[in-house]
């Protein structure tokens, strides 16, 4: 979808804040509809199965809407209640089910090994990101806070993937732009 790509210019959204706070920007067409926008499938496929991924962290997410539901993304749909269209098919992921994914995946905190795993550039970055809570993924993130898009990338898809496992047909890479 043209408001997931980037350089997401359109869309204004703080990972660190819940996906309801999500903006356009005054130049964009979407700028007086709230995040009802947000409510459109990712892309025309309509896809049930996503893999998110990022060279910005060392994780993967992934979103699975298939015929058995949610997984990796949460037992409630924050954008059912925007659905309007009877036409709706409630296992498309959409473009509010990734940002609210990639929120709440962001916001669990960051495990000791994580922790270890990280540069000297990173741990600082992440020790600069603190506020006054525990340390969370979103904090390795350091200023790069603000959503800025998705792509495919078919190369680094493949070199993320861990030895022995199958690449997943609806890999995309994630974007941040800084605050």
């Given at each position: 979808h ?8 359109q869309?204004?959204?703080?990972l ?34 996503v ?14 809407f ?8 949460g ?12 036409d709706?098919?409630?296992?498309t ?16 905190p960051?495990?000791d ?23 969370l ?8 806070v ?19 496992t199958e ?13």
């Amino acid at each position: 979808h043209p408001l997931l790509a980037p350089p997401c210019r359109q869309l204004v959204y703080d990972l660190r804040l819940l996906p309801a706070t999500a903006s356009f920007t005054s130049a964009s067409q979407y700028r007086h509809c709230g995040y009802q926008p947000l409510s459109a499938p990712m892309h025309a496929g309509k896809p049930r199965c996503v893999r998110l991924i990022s060279p910005d962290f060392p994780w993967s997410f992934d979103l699975d809407f298939s015929s058995q539901g949610l997984a990796n993304s949460g037992q409630s749909r924050i954008n059912a209640a925007i659905r309007r269209g009877e036409d709706a098919d409630p296992h498309t992921i959409t473009c509010l089910d990734i940002l609210a994914s990639l929120h709440m995946a962001l916001q669990q905190p960051l495990t000791d090994v994580e922790w270890g795993s990280a540069d000297d550039r990173g741990r600082a970055r992440i020790l600069r990101a603190l506020r006054n809570h525990d340390v969370l993924r979103v904090d390795w993130l350091g200023s790069k806070v603000l959503f800025g898009g998705l792509v495919r990338d078919d190369e680094f898809a493949r070199s993320r993937l861990f030895p022995g496992t199958e690449e997943p047909t609806n890999t995309w890479v994630v974007k941040f732009r800084k605050l």
